[in-house]
T-cell receptor
Framework: DAKTTQPTSMDCAEGRAANLPCNHS???????VYWYRQIHSQGPQYIIH???NNETNEMASLIITEDRKSSTLILPHATLRDTAVYYC????????????FGTGTRLQVTL | NAGVMQNPRHLVRRRGQEARLRCSPM?????VYWYRQLPEEGLKFMVY????????ESGMPKERFSAEFPKEGPSILRIQQVVRGDSAAYFC?????????????FGQGTRLTVV
């Protein structure tokens, strides 16, 4: 699986959009980009995934660059409950659950 | 539909004892995955099982660790002769049996402390 690079930590004011970047320059053509988050030692929670096109669901939006070497997770209106470690993971369908977690980005949402 | 259930939530074992961690997948899920998380680190894949079969155990330590997912009952991660370095949070995830599956559902974990 391709390696990902994320900033160690980020801050965001409550109510503002949180934009979490991820670099995955060695991604191969059939590999998906997944985002999970882990809130204070709980089990990780799936957020969103994508292959080429931008994706949106009730939790977030995923923007993937045209060359697929980087992506951005967008939480449109961050709340205090979004404070968590966010993991960007690259892998292939069918092995989606054999996930290679890095150290992620620790997002702190503040008042 | 209950989520992935792990028990116990906390487990304390003395060095040399055995630890048995249980994971009941979500209803209808036939794939189970175990991960280990050391303090201040990300999760590390250990093993992937389908009913009665080990599919991928590339992340499992070669000794003292074993996993099973019987036809009936929960998946079990077993650690024999535990050592202090085994202290960690162990997470189980499950998913559907589908080639298009792209989402894993995680339990709340078992926190193992070896004293």
């Amino acid at each position: 699986d391709a390696k990902t690079t994320q900033p160690t930590s980020m801050d965001c004011a409550e109510g503002r959009a949180a934009n979490l970047p991820c670099n995955h320059s060695t991604i191969s053509g059939n590999e998906y980009v997944y985002w999970y988050r882990q809130i204070h030692s709980q089990g990780p929670q799936y957020i969103i995934h994508g292959l080429k096109n931008n994706e949106t669901n009730e939790m977030a939006s995923l923007i993937i660059t045209e060359d697929r070497k980087s992506s951005t997770l967008i939480l449109p209106h961050a709340t205090l409950r979004d404070t968590a470690v966010y993991y960007c993971i690259v892998g292939g369908t069918g092995t989606a659950s054999k996930l290679t977690f890095g150290t992620g980005t620790r997002l702190q949402v503040t008042l | 539909n209950a989520g992935v259930m792990q028990n116990p939530r906390h487990l304390v074992r003395r060095r040399g004892q055995e630890a048995r961690l249980r994971c009941s997948p979500m209803k209808g899920h036939s794939h189970v995955y175990w991960y280990r998380q050391l303090p201040e680190e990300g999760l590390k894949f250990m093993v992937y099982l389908q009913k009665e079969n080990i599919i991928d155990e590339s992340g499992m330590p070669k000794e003292r660790f074993s996993a099973e997912f019987p036809k009936e009952g929960p998946s079990i991660l077993r650690i024999q002769q535990v050592v202090r370095g085994d202290s960690a949070a162990y997470f189980c995830a499950s998913s559907w049996d589908s080639p298009m599956n792209t989402e894993a559902f995680f339990g709340q974990g078992t926190r193992l402390t070896v004293v």
